[in-house]
C-alpha cells in the first residue's frame, strides 16, 4: 500500500508565498518522476511542474515559469512546490503524482495524493 499525502495548502494573498509538499509512505522500492498538478473548478487537472528521479530534470507549465520550483528530497521521499508572487488564477486544488515501484523488479505505476486546496484572496 502506497500512500501519498500533501500539506501546506491555505489561504494567500495574490503576491505572496506559501510552500506545498508531499511525502510518500508505504511499500516502496523506488520513486522515479514527481509532479504537481492542479485543478480549478470548470477546468481539467493541468500539470504544473514535473522533476526526474535524480532532480536534475524540472519541466514547468508557461503560467508558473519563473514564479514556481519544484525540488525533492529522495531521502524522505518528498516533494515540494514553493509558490512565489501568486495570482489569482493559482488557485486550485493541487495533487502530487509519483511513478513508484513498490518491490525490486517491478514497474513503476501512478500514484495520487488527496490534494491540497489553494485560495488566492486579498
Known amino acids: 500500500q502506497v500512500q501519498l499525502v500533501e500539506s501546506g495548502g491555505g489561504s494567500v494573498r495574490p503576491g505572496g508565498s506559501l510552500t506545498l509538499s508531499c511525502v510518500a509512505s508505504g511499500s516502496i522500492f523506488n520513486i522515479g518522476p514527481m509532479a504537481w498538478y492542479r485543478e480549478a473548478p470548470g477546468s481539467q487537472r493541468e500539470l504544473v511542474a514535473d522533476?526526474?528521479?535524480?532532480?536534475?530534470?524540472?519541466n514547468y507549465a508557461d503560467s508558473v515559469k519563473g514564479r514556481f520550483t519544484i525540488s525533492r528530497d529522495n531521502v524522505k521521499s518528498a516533494v515540494y512546490l514553493e509558490m512565489r508572487d501568486v495570482k489569482a488564477e493559482d488557485a486550485a486544488v493541487y495533487y502530487c503524482?509519483?511513478?513508484?515501484?513498490?518491490?525490486?523488479?517491478?514497474?513503476?505505476?501512478?500514484?495520487w495524493g488527496q490534494g491540497t486546496q489553494v485560495t488566492v484572496s486579498a
Open positions: 522533476i526526474s528521479s535524480g532532480g536534475a530534470s524540472r
Open positions: 503524482h509519483a511513478q513508484i515501484s513498490t518491490a525490486i523488479g517491478s514497474m513503476q505505476y501512478g500514484y
